[in-house]
């Protein structure tokens, strides 16, 4: 526990003025971030005596270790680079809202060339157009179906669409009218693009105009006797009403308005939202929240606001956002809000009438929604609680370890050797924190000499980061162990990249201490879209630093020689307050260093199932991984040997040619003749086959008959 007092800036440093500051820890890491009118008042209020604090503040200022901020110029700016650090370093004192579902919106995919209709769930994505979220995706398909005898708008997959257009037959929605077929040419492309506005417009709320435009249309078909298309327009309006009367009329129907409600207690706080669109509730979502700091109602609707509109333009603000109390900038906050809509914003508490009426109901939905979040906790918080409990006492800890890895070596036969560290914290698994490693100082089947090589790697990085910031009193030794890591070793920059940095070369005020360098050190594994290890962050930046903060407890899968190899690996670097254990497969056993015998958990445990759950996680990391890159070993070809064949021309050679097996036994005469092949690309693909072991026959295991490779297998 710091002093406060040990880190307190000196009189006179901090400027009286707009700004953001932030806490960080022992460890570097950003634990807190808040804005201010003035830094000067708003810090000194955290200075104060700690018993005057509190509990949650004083918390937060006896785990910092050092303070510093950012001067900007107005109260929007601070407002913006709040939001923005805290989406960035993911403070462990900030409110942060838990989505307690992942609602489902209406989304039209305006980015494509021919629009399509579709449930999405995640993050928004640029040139989509979104409508909701809703409660349930049956609901959103049930108002699609109606509203596609009006708007027939493309609803199929990519791969589907391709078909129809490679086949000239749509499908079955094309043939009920149901879908205006773009994919064989029944409408252009302007004109589907047209029906998709269309569609988007009507699900905003202009309905009225579009309900009697066609109501004048049916009229003069029906004048003219075209009795068929009256009745088809008759059928139109029937289906548009009753895709309306699925969002019961709350407000007038000019009103678009976004009602947030706060329901809280001590501990917790839950936020409900209604989107009212045209005068209906058109979409609802609801977050909870752990109240990590000392903030009120008016702060949980600022932090509300900020994740709700932080990453959102336009129409996606509404005119109106009716809430519970007003922030504290109140005005600062309307002037973000507008700025990110492109028009004036409306924040304000109803007073009466229906809205005050509705923001009621929104308020009796988040009252709801907490109680039932509470019910749902409470058995699961008592069980982590008791489990970490359990661990310790089971291990002779000295305390519960709130933080656990998990190690855990995969491979087939001996190839594509690779581990897994998993992480979990709280008992409950931190995912952005996994890693994976390949395993490079041998090759073969030991379990026992991968996981030695994987601790050590592992805990390397850790020391570095301590030599860094200065944590480690060896720091000589460190620095050499560190630097004879071979593979994981360091690329010094020392650029001060990050926010920090940008902030102080542009002429931003920082306080002590100064921004540190930080080498980037080579990464561990390069496959894309996958979990590297890689080096930690700088410190000046405050992000989370991969390998800087060590466990508590190293759980290891596998029994004696895997915990003994462990053990060695910690005690070589001179690391003697991580606890190690093993637990084994076969019985479920918890395996200590130098013990003998083995400590037997009950089987009803909570510690023994938090232990197995732990070590499936890790397996599953690491067998997917595995899997992975055995996958990719097996998809590879003689081909891809050959310089300057890019895969178009690797196609058209198997297409030529039917199989890598007869394209071996062509001449080079006979590779030229392929559209787009020189002679020296065909030299290259004879002398890179040449060279490439012919592959085994195949063999039908039923009758033992050596089967002819008369395919089109593409490998060899």
């Known amino acids: 526990m710091a002093d406060p007092s040990s880190y307190r800036p000196k009189p006179g440093q901090i400027p009286d003025s707009p700004g953001v500051y932030k806490f960080r820890d022992d460890h570097r890491r950003v634990i807190y971030v808040g804005k201010a009118k003035s830094l000067r008042q708003r810090l000194a209020n955290y200075f104060q005596d700690l018993a005057s604090l509190h509990p949650r503040t004083r918390s937060m200022v006896t ?107 749509p499908c079955l929605l094309g043939y009920i009218g149901k879908c205006s077929a773009p994919c064989v040419g029944r409408v252009t492309a302007e004109e589907h693009r047209e029906l998709a506005e269309e569609f988007c417009d009507f699900m ?74 045209g005068g209906r509730v058109r979409g609802q979502r609801g977050w909870v929240t752990d109240k990590v700091e000392a903030v009120d109602t008016a702060g949980l609707v600022e932090h509300a606001l900020q994740q709700l509109y932080g990453e959102e333009s336009g129409d996606s603000v509404p005119k109106e956002v009716l809430v519970p109390a007003l922030p504290e900038e109140t005005d600062a906050v309307t002037q973000w809000l507008s700025e990110r809509r492109g028009a004036q914003v409306s924040l304000r508490i109803p007073q009466r009438g229906d809205k005050k009426d509705l923001m009621e109901t929104v308020g009796r939905n988040a009252q709801q929604a907490l109680v039932l979040h509470k019910t749902k906790r409470a058995s699961d918080l008592t069980t982590r609680s008791r489990a970490l409990e359990e661990i310790a006492e089971a291990l002779a800890l000295d305390s519960a370890p709130l933080r656990i890895e998990c190690f855990d070596i995969s491979h087939l036969q001996g190839d594509d050797v690779v581990a897994s560290m998993v992480v979990f914290e709280d008992g409950l698994a931190r995912k952005s924190e996994y890693r994976r490693f ?52 360091g690329n010094g920059n020392g650029n001060g990249n990050g926010p920090g940095g940008a902030l102080a070369a542009s002429g931003t005020a920082l306080s002590a201490p100064a921004a540190y360098g930080s080498p980037d050190a080579a990464r561990e594994t390069h496959e894309p879209h996958e979990t590297h290890e890689v080096p930690a962050r700088s410190d000046d930046d405050g992000r989370p630093r991969r390998f800087a903060y060590p466990p508590q ?118 590779i030229c003749e392929v559209p787009g092949l020189g002679r020296k690309t065909a030299e ?12 085994a026959p195949a063999v039908n295991t039923a009758t033992g008959e050596i089967m002819e490779d008369d395919g089109g297998s593409t490998h060899d």
């Open 553 to 670: 407890l190293v759980v290891v899968d596998g029994g004696q020689p895997q915990v003994a190899a462990a053990k060695r690996a910690l005690d070589e670097l001179g690391i003697d307050d991580v606890a190690v254990c093993g637990l084994a497969k076969r019985l479920e056993e918890v395996w200590l260093p130098g013990d003998d015998d083995p400590v037997v958990l009950p089987r009803s445990s909570e510690g023994l199932y938090l232990l197995q759950r732990v070590r499936d996680e890790a397996h599953r990391f690491a067998i997917t991984y595995q899997r992975t890159k055995r996958a990719k070993r097996v998809r590879t070809s003689p081909l891809d040997e050959v310089p300057g064949l890019g895969e178009s021309r690797k196609q058209a050679l198997i297409k030529h040619f039917g199989s890598v097996k007869r394209l071996r036994q062509a001449t080079i005469d006979q």
């Open 438 to 489: 390949q395993i490079k100082t041998f090759e073969g089947q030991d379990d026992v000499r991968s996981m030695h090589e994987v601790i050590s790697r592992r805990f390397k990085r850790y020391l570095v980061e301590k030599t860094r910031t200065g944590e480690w009193a060896e720091e000589e030794s460190a620095a050499a162990g560190a630097e004879s890591l071979g593979n994981g070793s």
């Open 63 to 169: 785990t910092a270790a050092s303070v510093e901020w950012t001067v900007v110029s107005t109260e929007v700016e601070a407002l913006q680079l709040e939001y923005s650090w805290i989406k960035e370093f993911d403070p462990r004192f900030n409110v942060k809202y838990r989505d307690d579902k992942s609602y489902p919106s209406l989304a039209v995919t305006l980015n494509e060339k021919y629009p399509r209709v579709q449930v999405m769930r995640g993050a928004k994505k640029k040139g989509v157009r979104y409508f909701g979220p809703y409660g349930h995706a049956w609901a959103i398909r049930e108002t699609v179906d109606l509203m596609l005898r009006v708007f027939p708008v493309r609803t199929c997959s990519a791969g589907v669409f391709k078909n129809a257009e490679r086949t000239g037959r």
């Open 204 to 277: 905003a709320g202009r309905t009225g105009t579009y309900i009697r435009r066609l109501e004048r249309q049916m009229t003069a078909a029906a004048e003219e006797m075209e009795y068929e298309r009256a009745a088809r327009l008759r059928d139109d309006i029937g289906a548009l009403r009753r895709a309306m009367e699925k969002n019961a009329v709350v407000l007038a129907d000019a009103t678009d308005a976004d009602l947030i409600a706060v329901a809280e207690d001590e501990l917790e706080a839950a936020v409900q939202i209604f989107h009212v669109r």
């Open 684 to 695: 290259s693909v004879v002398v890179a086959l040449a060279k490439a072991a012919p592959a």
